[in-house]
Every structure is written in structure tokens, then in C-alpha cells.
């Protein structure tokens, strides 16, 4: 369907999950029958006392272990790190951000000021972690991920100088209502309308693109002001039209369509505080439950039970713990890198997964955007190596905040090929500047944040499944003996907690059909 | 410029101000010279102890007295009610809804609830009184204007089941964007572009339609799912788009653009706890600087100075108090039918300005917008007596809120015709259930404002100012002698808080050229 690279990792990364998914299936052919629900809602099965080992303490483990522990399974997370939600991380002063390549950061923000360095939006239509959130009283905000205010930027646009979303949606509407108009005007679609539709569509046109009586795009007040409205004697004056021409050269769709993906839309909300502030509930809920510090290393089923072997980071040994069933939802990037005894297919499906690494640099500074631009939330586009600028939705009108200079991936990238993190850091600094002339010397305490060189996640979400998603899609939601496995890679919706979340209450299922088959005690 | 009177009212009144205006300006030739300033920026005069009274405790009032006040001004505010704001005015338990026709109501919404009955908004690009939020530290919070997840309703569109606000927008751009595509490969714009731009053209249109290969439209996962993406088996799938002509049929343009009428545009804002806490804040700045229940009855002017007589309500007597100025932020509604020494000219203006009533009806409720429809904020259209439904953005989540079943005029419109307040709920309560079947039982403790009924408003917004508009705004911008003119009337920006603060601020700058001319003993 000539979707490009770059679109696929946008898409099932940034910006979605299952767009490409769908795409790569309906272009295999493989789509299931329409009509066909899409999951099971949960429907936990008295688990009795069945003992469960989860591996890993995100979103995917912990919504195992609560909705488990809550219908009478005895539960325990193995958890490597000292902290729960996996890349549902929020950092603060203090954060030790320590990479695989040995390179470490410490978190500098002034105190009460966090980076998700993670997820960091719930769509409404998330409705399963809106639900948590609303059970488990984590307080939400609205998270504006679409404000007319931002900035479209490309060096061949405008002179350089950046242009407000506001015009870039309104003068590119405008002018295809223009174009449209000429053509049924013209009646190049007296095939496709009939007299009655042509003049209502004609009528449209004007309102949809605000075009003048002679249906032509003249510039519109939807776009800003060139005068603005006062009490004063000048009347308002709309800004001038951007030229279709411009704003085909500047390329910047990304920018304007961005709002209508279906994850992106409003409305959007964050938990206050930080998105961690959701692990931290479900931390509060299981106690004891969870292991930290321990890192799993071998996997071992026999008829009856598995057995998963783990490193205790604090003592230094190796401990190892039994149970009727396990739900591993760690990454397979790095369930690649254990022993296990999965059968040969599913092996070879893990070890053919691919991740991103996504990236993100946030920095703290007054709140320049706000004061001097009107920018409240919200993303801002350009063309350049680091390609968005991401405005915080937390104590809007306050003195400081983070904003977030870049957000990507490094696999296959300009970005990812720079030598080190000072050219990384420079870069998102560029960025900022050409959007925001003379702002970015007030950039301070910088975070990088590179997800593939993350420990325990070596990746920020799955880039592709070998040559047949759809048949490796179908096997993953599928147990391997005993041990299930779980999180958003097990999903339609990649990159997104409301897959690790949906995955979680798939597997419950899947668990609680075992446990009615008396399958503790048989395989 | 065939503009309807409908539109007119809508864009005045609800959806901005000066778009109306402003093309009647432009139709009439009366614009000012492109690129003059539309308003000189406040800059106040030291006051030196000159007396100014200031007519109405409404935005202008407040904020005149607030400036002039800093500056060294000697201020009184004369306020006919017991409360500042004006049309600034949140309804809580208790509050008693008092109508000319002498009707009255008591709000009975619980502890906590509010609804704000005249401005519930405050867009970003209204610089001014956010700055002044600010300043007084008046805590804001977002307010969701558009979100993708409210609905659109019409008998005759899609078998008169509601349709989600996502598929309207991205259905409407998929057939525009097919329709265009085809005209361009047909070759009906070989005129306008060249062949390098149809190309990019047509890939723009795939983008943003979000169109097959073929450049055909066959619906998109921007619209939302038929089949929901989950973590089982069954793959997402898009909903089947709505055809065109179903569409046009539907006419629900107004519910597709509101989003950009420039002064609905993302982000916007409210305060924390309903938009009173706006002159509530002024009002503790100001103290014993206004006089409450001090109901104006006559203006007269010296050549050295102005005396307002007033009835105060309090002991049933008339009282007077002498100044060097007067500001009159009064609406013209209400100042036609006091007895002033004003000019002719402007008498006569005065008296052909009209007024539009505003009506809202709100109802407090179970949240079953949020809980059973993903809806979080923003506005439902629909094709019904009652046309608009308003969701709040205060205490998301929580279990009750208030919902706004109507908000728009009475005058000239089938609403304002019915016969009493029980048909208009009743109306506010079918177009709920047309949009939330089964759920408007749930509606309670309604609260009914007609703007027009209101005493010492008349009134929500002005309607017309007569034949000339042009001559109109330009003299009443200007003071009859010593009485200068304020209020979002005598602004470009009509029934917006903005425009009544930037008629104060024009008004101060006014008053501070004749405090510099010595004019405080001479006219």
C-alpha cells in the first residue's frame, strides 16, 4: 500500500499502533470476518488458590496481578528494577537515568516538576485505563494534545518564519474548498452529483472552507489575524492566505492530521502529578505481591508447573519460585535474551520481533511558550532532525514546565545516527530556537531519554514481527504451555498502556478457561 | 454577503463577535486602512486624585476601577445588584433566577455544582483576561471546547441514530478529498496546476482524506471502529463511512466547524469553580470601592463635572455622587431607559441599538455522558428546537455534573416562541434524548436563563446597531463630553469578556488624555 517506513514507525509508534497492523493485514488478506468482536471483556474465573508467577511490573503485570489477586489467585510479580510500570515512567529530580551503554544521566528538574518519559496521554476512547484510573482514584487532567496555537515550521514556508496551526488548517481547507468549488462549478463531476447536490454542495464548500460569494479563498478569520479585534477604531483583519503551493512544499500534513488519529483526539488526559501516579496505585493495591530487584533468567514447565529462575539484584543470588501458570509480559526483546523452553515456533517468533527505540529529550524552562506565544499544550511541527516540539499540559500558567524537544525513533533516523547525546541535545535545542527565535538559551537540565539503550526494556515498542504478522499475532495471544504471555506487543493497540491492559484481561481469560479445565494438575 | 440572520446571531453571539461585523464593514467599504493597529496597548495616566464614577460592576466596570484605581484615580463603581459580574454569573444552590416578567426560580442543584449563566469560556488568544487571571491568581483549568467523542443528530441522517463527532469530520474530508482527487486526475484543474503540483496534490489528498490507493474514499479508523482494536483475535476494523449525500442532507456544518470559529479554538480555559471567581477576585481587590444595590436613574454633566443619580436599593432612597468622569459599561438596553443630558446623536444611537436574548437551560445529573459515551466536554449538535448540547469540563469523572441542554437565542427563533418555561425544558430535555436515548429521566434540577428577562441586562448581546453600524461604533467609542462609553458592546469583540476589559482599557487611555489637557476643570 506504499506506506512508508517512516509513516509505519509514526504510526505504530507515536502515533497509534494498530493503523499499520491493519493496513499490513487487510493487504495480506488475513482480516478475521467482519463483525467479529474484537476481545472478550473480562471475566475472571475463581481462581482457588492457583498460584500465578507475572514477569514484569508494568501495565500488563500489574493489571494481571490486581484483577488475579482480587478473584482468588495467589499472585507474585517478578519485577527487575526497584520500581513498578515498566516505560510507564515519570522523572523527577534526583531520577538516575542509566543506559545499557553505561552512559548515566541524573535528573536535575526543580523539585515538583516530572517527564513522562513514557506513555504520557489516555485517549477517552482508552476506556479500560480510564477505568483503573477511576477504581484505583488517580486523579486525571486534561491532557490538550491539539491546540491551534502551536507552530508549523519549515524553512521554505513562510519565509522560515513559523505559522500557527490555526492558518495551516484553516487556509489548507480553504483552498481545497476553492479548488472543489471551481470543479463542480465547472462540471467535472456531473457524473457523481445531481443538480440539487452540486448546489448543496456549493453551499458547503463556502461554509467549509469560508470562501467568499464567488467561491474563492480570500483568507479567513478561522486562521488568525493580521489586525486583531480590540475596542479600538481598526476593525479586524483577517491574516492572509497561505498559497496552496507553500503549503505543498512544506509538507508538514503530519502536523495538521496529527489531531485526527484516532489515539490522538480529544479528548485526552493525564494523570496529575505524573503518569506513574497510576503503577504507584496499583503498587498501593498489592503490597507484598511484587518482588523487586529481581531478574528473571530461566523459564523451565514441567506437566503440572513452571518454574521461573531469577537473579535477586539485592543479594546477588539466584532464587527461583513455582507456580500453576505465568504471565510473562516482558518485552520480547528481552524475552529473547533468557533461557526458556518455549516450544521451537514460538522461540523463533520472539527472537524475529524487532523493537523501536523511541526517544524523547525534555527540558525544563520559564514557560516561554506560554507568555510570549499563547501556546497552551500541544504539539508543534517542523522540518528538521528533531521534527516536534511538545508543549506540557501540567500547571499551565505557572512559572516553569518541561517541554519536550523531540520525540522519535533513533533505529534509521538522522537523529539516531548523531555521534553522541551532546549532538542530540543540540539538535532538540535547534529545534526549539527555530520555532521559538532567542528561547532556547533558556532551555536548562536537559533529559535524554533513548528507550532501546533502557535496561530491562531494550526497545520502546515492537517495530515488526518477522515476515507474517498475522500468523505471528495469532500464535503470541496463544499460551506456550503454561506461561502466557502478555502486554501491549500481544495487542492490536502497540504503544499504548490500553493494549498492555487489554492484553492483561485476554490472558485472565485465557487462564480462567485453564482453570475450569482443571488444568492445574494436567497439560 | 448573504449572510442569514441566523448566522449572524450565532457568529455575534455565541461564536464571536466580530466576524458579523466585520463583513458588514467589508460590504459596506467602511474598513479601515489595512494594517492599523486595532487597539493602542493600556497605558494610564497618574490619576492624581480625579474622580471617576464607573456605571455597572460587570468586566469593563470592574476592570476600569481595578486600573484606574492603581493609577490614582478616586473610583466608585455603582452596581444596581448585590453582586459583581454582570452577565459574569454562575448559578449555584440557592441562587434565585429573578425574570422582568417576574418569574422566578431557586437553584436546587447540590452543594458544589455551578453553571455558568452568561461567558463559560475563555479562549487562549484573549490575552487580556487571562492576564488578568492571572494577576488576581484566579485558578484556571482547562475547558474542552471540541472533542472528537460528542455527537451529531439529525432524523433524516444515518436512520437518526447519533454520529460521532469523529466521523462527521474525517467521513467529510475523506468525500471531499475523493472528490477533488478525481477532479484532478480527470485533468479539471490542468489550468490551475502543474503537473508537478498534481502530484503532490494528489498524495496530499490520500493523506488527507485518508484515501484508498485508488483515491477512493472507503472509510477510515480516524472515524472510529466498527470492530474495536483489542488484544484477541479479531482484528480492528474501520466504521463504514456515511455517504456524502447523507451529509448534505444532515446540514450539520455548524457542529463540524465550530471548532475553528477562531474564538472556539483549542485551548481554552475556565476557572476552577465557575467563571464568577473572574469579579469575585476583582471585587476583593476593590473593597469599599463599590456600592451595591445602587440602581442609576439619571446622568447630568457640567462643564466641570458629572453627577449620577441612583436609587439605593437598600433604603429605598435616592442618592447622588459628583465626579470629574463618568464610565457608563451599562448596556445600551438598559441606559435607554435612564434619563440622561447625552448629545442627540448619541441618544439616538443609544436608542436604535437592539439586543439578542441569550437563553441557556441546564440540568444537573449522573454523568451518563462520561460513563456510557466516552464524552468528556466539548458541544453535541443536532437538527431540533433545541440544537446544542453543552458537557461540562469541571470535575471530570466525578458522579454528577451539569449539562446544557440549549444555549442560543430567543428572539425571532422557534424556541422563544414556546408558550412557557415547562415547553422550553421540555425541548431542552427531548434533544438530550435524542442524542442520550433513555437517559433524560436522569435530568434534574433544571435552571432555565433568558438573558432578555434578566433586569438590569435586557439583554445578552447586541443584536444590531441600528442602520450604520460603522458610524455607530466610531461615535460610541467616543464619550459624550465627560461620560465615556465601555462595555463589549463598544468593542469589536461583542459578548466576550475580552472586548468589554479592551473597552475598558481604550476607555482609560481616553480618560487619560483629558486628565493630561487639564480637562478635569474645562470642556
Redesign the interface.
Known sequence: ??ISRREFLMRVGQAG???A??TL?QSLG???A???????ALRPVEGKGARVVILGGGIAGLVSAYELNKAGYRCTVLEARERVGGRNWSIRRGTKIQFADGTQQVCNFEEGRYFNAGPARLP??H?TM?GY??ELGVP???E?N????TLLQCDRLNGGKPVEQ?QM??D?RGH??E??A??VR?G??DE?LSSE?KE??LA?LR??GDLS?DYTFKGS??S??????????????AKDPLPM?AL?DA?L?QGL?AE???DW???M?QPVGGMDRIPAAFEKKLGSIIRYGADVRQIRQSPTDVTVTYLDQKTGKSDSITADYCICTMPFSVVKTIDTDFSSDVKALISETSYDSGYKVAWEARRFWEQEY?????LSYLRHIVDVVWYP?AE??SSKGIIVGGYSVENGTDFGRLPNIQAKLDASRTAIEKLHPGCSKELTNPVYINWGEIPFNLGSWVHGYGSDYANTY?RI?LPDRRVYF?GDH????VGWQE?AA??A??TINQIGIAVQQGNSSKV
Open positions: 500500500m506504499g499502533g494498530y493503523g497492523a491493519f493485514m488475513l482480516l478475521p467482519p463483525g467479529a468482536n474484537a476481545q472478550e477517552s476512547i476506556t480510564l484510573c477511576r486525571l487532567e486534561v490538550v491539539t491546540s491551534r496555537g490555526r488548517v484553516n489548507t481545497v474548498s479548488l472543489l471551481k470543479c465547472k467535472a463531476l457523481d447536490d448543496r454542495m458547503f461554509e467549509y460569494p478569520e478561522r488568525g489575524f493580521k489586525v486583531y479585534p480590540g475596542a479600538g477604531l481598526a476593525a479586524p483583519e503551493h505543498l509538507n500534513w492530521l485526527d488519529v484516532i483526539q480529544a479528548t488526559f499563547n501556546i497552551y499544550g500541544g499540559s499551565f500558567f495469532k495471544i502478555a500481544t495487542s492490536h493497540i493494549g487489554l492484553s484481561h485476554r
